[in-house]
T-cell receptor, first 110, second 116 residues
């Protein structure tokens, strides 16, 4: 079983839709959680850190469920520019060992 | 501008010819890391460093070396490259985590390496 798992998608949604991604992790000792966005052939860019209390940044909301060992990302009012691959990342044994999922591809169409 | 700079961006080399990919950050970050990204396998950590002269293996360190002689630089060395090291490589850096705050890694633009 992979340490961090994501549905690869693609998720095809129309503009304005709400879309949610989940990411599960297997190591219960995991300490830090992140969502990254990656455009084709470009570097991953940090979208948001995920905290136990949940956090929101504009149209993006991230949640952590430690009991079920998953993190989620909700995107409201999808824009064409949201089309990208979304990577979740989980840190174990200290932040510097950051493990990534393989990503979920999102395609937003007009 | 705060950034992580990798060079070269593209490299084609032959099997066995030693090469170095440079990485430099101007943010005074303690943590630095190297990842490779392959289709279907995602990003996998090669090596990481917590500070000057402190490095450790990630999940796929075989065939790679690193050094951290200065805080800003973290070169990746392939002593004898092989075709299975053909990949997209990313360097990343981050501040040390402070209580209650996770900064996350900032990534360089990537180096696309082809070994023939």
């Amino acid at each position: 079983r992979k340490e961090v798992e994501q549905d690869p998608g693609p998720f095809n949604v129309p503009e304005g839709a709400t879309v949610a991604f989940n990411c599960t992790y297997s190591n219960s000792a995991s300490q830090s959680f992140f969502w990254y966005r990656q455009d084709c052939r470009k570097e991953p860019k940090l979208l948001m850190s995920v905290y136990s209390s949940g956090n929101e940044d504009g149209r993006f909301t991230a949640q952590l469920n430690r009991a079920s060992q998953y993190i989620s990302l909700l995107i409201r009012d999808s824009k064409l520019s949201d089309s990208a691959t979304y990577l979740c990342a989980v840190a174990r044994l200290g932040f510097q060992k950051l493990v990534f999922g393989t990503g979920t591809r999102l395609l937003v169409s007009p | 501008e705060a950034q992580v700079t990798q060079n070269p961006r593209y490299l084609i080399t032959v099997t066995g010819k030693k090469l170095t990919v440079t990485c430099s950050q101007n943010m005074n970050h303690e943590y630095m890391s190297w990842y490779r990204q392959d289709p279907g396998l995602g990003l996998r950590q090669i090596y990481y460093s917590m500070n000057v002269e402190v490095t450790d293996k990630g999940d796929v360190p075989e065939g790679y070396k690193v050094s951290r002689k200065e805080k800003r630089n973290f070169p990746l060395i392939l002593e004898s490259p092989s075709p299975n090291q053909t990949s997209l490589y990313f360097c990343a850096s981050s501040s040390r985590m402070k209580r209650g705050t996770n900064y996350g890694y900032t990534f360089g633009s990537g180096t696309r390496l082809t070994v023939v």
